[in-house]
């Protein structure tokens, strides 16, 4: 059974950091392309960033560029993604999702982690 | 940027009833691999959002047939031909034909 359990949201002041984890099993991790998918309480879905299977292809929405590093570590089986210069409107849920096809075929979701900035 | 645009934003839909739910993209999403990259979602309340269509057409396994998605170029339609009390929630199109994927802004499907 496929799993993705994120982790490491919490409330945070702006300007500050913090760092998800996405727990991946069931699934060949290293095969998959990875993204992370935000969403504003009661508001729409936000792509975030995409990762491919060896880290080597990388993208990020604009809203959170030069402010937001997407990794994995194939060996855990796990997702990051490094928040730093957080503003208030950085506040969401946060889902990650695995790719099927690598092209946005999001075909499994984390129940998703919850991160506030504010003051 | 591609646009994504869905109509209508909310409908109200009484059990057994059909109902249609339009996504319009600014830039046509016929890649040149003669694929097509629009994709439909479904969050129910209090849910991560899971995937229905890809690719246009294609129903994901498990997905029940009486989703369907048709269109092509910049045109896209998810029909549900007779809904259910389940299919209650949140359905986004979502472009992934480029950078940054954009998902539509959502349309509230509400069982009468």
């Known amino acids: 059974e496929v799993q993705l359990l994120e982790s490491g949201g919490g409330l945070v002041q702006p300007g500050g950091s913090l760092r998800l984890s996405c727990a991946a099993s069931?699934?060949?991790?290293?095969?998959?392309?990875m993204n992370w998918v935000r969403q504003v309480p009661g508001r729409g879905l936000e792509w975030v960033s995409d990762?491919?299977?060896?880290?080597?292809?990388?993208f990020y929405a604009d809203s959170v560029k030069g402010r937001f590093t997407i990794s994995r570590d194939n060996s855990k089986n796990t997702l990051y993604l490094q928040m730093n210069s957080l503003r208030v409107e950085d506040t969401a849920v946060y889902y990650c999702?695995?790719?099927?096809?690598?092209?946005?075929?999001?075909?499994?979701w984390g129940q998703g982690t919850l991160v506030t900035v504010s003051s | 940027d591609v646009v994504m645009t869905q109509t209508p934003l909310s409908l109200s839909v009484t059990p057994g009833q059909p109902a249609s739910i339009s996504c319009k993209s600014s830039q046509s999403l016929l890649h040149s691999d003669g694929k097509t990259y629009l994709y439909w979602y479904l969050q129910r309340p209090g849910q991560p959002p899971q995937l229905l269509i890809y690719e246009v057409s294609k129903r994901l396994s498990g997905v029940p047939d009486r989703f369907s998605g048709s269109g092509s170029g910049t045109d896209f339609t998810l029909k549900i031909s007779r809904v259910e009390a389940e299919d209650a929630g949140l359905y986004y199109c979502?472009?992934?034909?480029?950078?940054?994927?954009?998902f539509g802004q959502g349309t509230k499907l509400e069982i009468k």
């Open positions: 999702a695995k790719d099927l096809t690598g092209w946005g075929c999001f075909d499994y």
């Open positions: 069931g699934f060949t991790f290293s095969s998959s392309d």
């Open positions: 979502m472009q992934s034909i480029q950078f940054p994927r954009i």
């Open positions: 990762i491919n299977p060896a880290g080597g292809n990388i």
